[in-house]
């Protein structure tokens, strides 16, 4: 007899992430996971190194001096946060903490994809509102709620498609809410972004009951490899995930690292600064070959395709076998897109080459 798994596990589409390798290719140019060009600050690399010799140790299970140091950094309550490997594992606890059979989790159309696959792994309903010009809409998204919604994620900008919500929207947003749903923004860019209009979602956090700010190291802090990230939440959910979550969820060695990081304000401002420079110069470079570069909040652009699905498709081949890693959008709903992330001034002005030469083949 086959032992089978709960009634949907099996229904899931695994999270498939970005390409690593393009076979053949003489060089690799990785543009397909969002990763911070510059690398992890040269302090967080050293902590990380210098706990070698305690790997027989378990790690602090209630990351102490890491929340402290984002604490410091962030100025938040240190209490109030929550750690985990990575904002993934974050997302997974509080599916698993407030959602079930008979139960919605609501999000964007175009949002991040473990938002739906968390909650079917519990027996929950994911729930998609559509979008208003690849933005999340405060009105289609309230109007999906029912009394069955347990947690509305809105990634803040959001990936893949690099806008946000302003303060004013999201705030009417979560006004809009009943008190049973619990509002999780997920920031994981933050960082990048510089629009006066963008909201700092803390304030929000500390004023409500049902509000959770998810944060990560893997983008602006380039400690993708270590898998850490945390989060800012109401004292009564902050409890409810230090009961569900392992207690040794994070590493000891991702601690050390992540307090290193947090600290090193400098290896920020320069991942910010880089990004914005090349965001735009790339955005402004591939406009003129005839490919739409959407507006991005990110680290990354969306880049939409006149030629559609074929055309897109056709440019993402091509550039692989140049060894050109992009990221297809067929999971999220975009197949007419390819999304790019903002890597170093080398790999940009190839890409930009490269991208020009595979639509003109493309038209032909």
């Given at each position: 007899?086959?032992?089978?798994?709960?009634?949907?596990?099996?229904?899931?589409?695994?999270?498939?992430?970005?390409?690593?390798?393009?076979?053949?290719?003489?060089?690799?140019?990785?543009?397909?996971?969002?990763?911070?060009?510059?690398?992890?600050?040269?302090?967080?690399?050293?902590?990380?190194?210098?706990?070698?010799?305690?790997?027989?140790?378990?790690?602090?299970?209630?990351?102490?001096?890491?929340?402290?140091?984002?604490?410091?950094?962030?100025?938040?309550?240190?209490?109030?946060?929550?750690?985990?490997?990575?904002?993934?594992?974050?997302?997974?606890?509080?599916?698993?903490?407030?959602?079930?059979?008979?139960?919605?989790?609501?999000?964007?159309?175009?949002?991040?994809?473990?938002?739906?696959?968390?909650?079917?792994?519990?027996?929950?309903?994911?729930?998609?509102?559509?979008?208003?010009?690849?933005?999340?809409?405060?009105?289609?998204?309230?109007?999906?709620?029912?009394?069955?919604?347990?947690?509305?994620?809105?990634?803040?900008?959001?990936?893949?498609?690099?806008?946000?919500?302003?303060?004013?929207?999201?705030?009417?947003?979560?006004?809009?809410?009943?008190?049973?749903?619990?509002?999780?923004?997920?920031?994981?860019?933050?960082?990048?972004?510089?629009?006066?209009?963008?909201?700092?979602?803390?304030?929000?956090?500390?004023?409500?009951?049902?509000?959770?700010?998810?944060?990560?190291?893997?983008?602006?802090?380039?400690?993708?490899?270590?898998?850490?990230?945390?989060?800012y939440m109401p004292p009564a959910v902050a409890d409810v995930l230090n009961r569900v979550r392992g207690p040794f969820n994070v590493s000891q060695a991702a601690q050390a690292a992540g307090i290193a990081a947090v600290r090193d304000r400098d290896h920020v401002a320069r991942s910010v600064a880089h990004n914005a420079k090349w965001l735009a110069w790339f955005s402004a470079a591939v406009a003129k070959s005839g490919i739409e570069a959407l507006p991005s909040a990110g680290n990354f652009v969306l880049l939409r395709f006149p030629g559609g699905k074929a055309?897109?498709?056709?440019?993402?081949?091509?550039?692989?076998?140049?060894?050109?890693?992009?990221?297809?959008?067929?999971?999220?709903?975009?197949?007419?897109?390819?999304?790019?992330?903002?890597?170093?001034?080398?790999?940009?002005?190839?890409?930009?080459?490269?991208?020009?030469?595979?639509?003109?083949?493309?038209?032909?």
């Amino acid at each position: 007899m086959t032992i089978k798994p709960r009634p949907g596990i099996l229904d899931i589409a695994p999270y498939v992430g970005g390409e690593s390798k393009a076979a053949g290719a003489n060089r690799v140019i990785r543009l397909a996971s969002n990763e911070n060009p510059l690398g992890p600050s040269p302090a967080a690399i050293a902590a990380y190194e210098a706990e070698k010799n305690q790997l027989h140790r378990y790690p602090d299970g209630g990351a102490t001096e890491l929340r402290r140091a984002i604490a410091e950094a962030e100025s938040l309550d240190a209490a109030n946060i929550v750690c985990g490997a990575g904002s993934d594992e974050l997302i997974s606890l509080l599916v698993r903490a407030y959602a079930g059979p008979g139960d919605e989790v609501l999000y964007s159309e175009h949002g991040f994809l473990m938002y739906a696959i968390s909650a079917k792994t519990v027996g929950a309903t994911p729930v998609a509102a559509p979008e208003a010009n690849l933005t999340a809409d405060v009105d289609g998204l309230l109007a999906r709620v029912t009394e069955r919604t347990r947690l509305l994620f809105l990634a803040n900008p959001n990936n893949p498609t690099g806008s946000y919500l302003s303060e004013s929207a999201l705030r009417r947003l979560h006004k809009g809410l009943p008190d049973h749903v619990l509002l999780v923004i997920d920031a994981a860019y933050a960082e990048y972004v510089a629009a006066p209009d963008y909201p700092q979602s803390a304030p929000l956090v500390e004023a409500s009951d049902n509000v959770v700010m998810l944060r990560t190291f893997s983008k602006i802090h380039g400690l993708a490899a270590l898998r850490l990230g945390w989060g800012y939440m109401p004292p009564a959910v902050a409890d409810v995930l230090n009961r569900v979550r392992g207690p040794f969820n994070v590493s000891q060695a991702a601690q050390a690292a992540g307090i290193a990081a947090v600290r090193d304000r400098d290896h920020v401002a320069r991942s910010v600064a880089h990004n914005a420079k090349w965001l735009a110069w790339f955005s402004a470079a591939v406009a003129k070959s005839g490919i739409e570069a959407l507006p991005s909040a990110g680290n990354f652009v969306l880049l939409r395709f006149p030629g559609g699905k074929a055309q897109a498709e056709a440019v993402l081949a091509a550039t692989k076998r140049q060894g050109i890693l992009l990221r297809t959008m067929v999971g999220y709903g975009l197949p007419d897109c390819l999304r790019v992330t903002i890597g170093t001034e080398e790999d940009m002005r190839a890409t930009a080459e490269a991208l020009g030469d595979a639509l003109a083949e493309a038209v032909q």
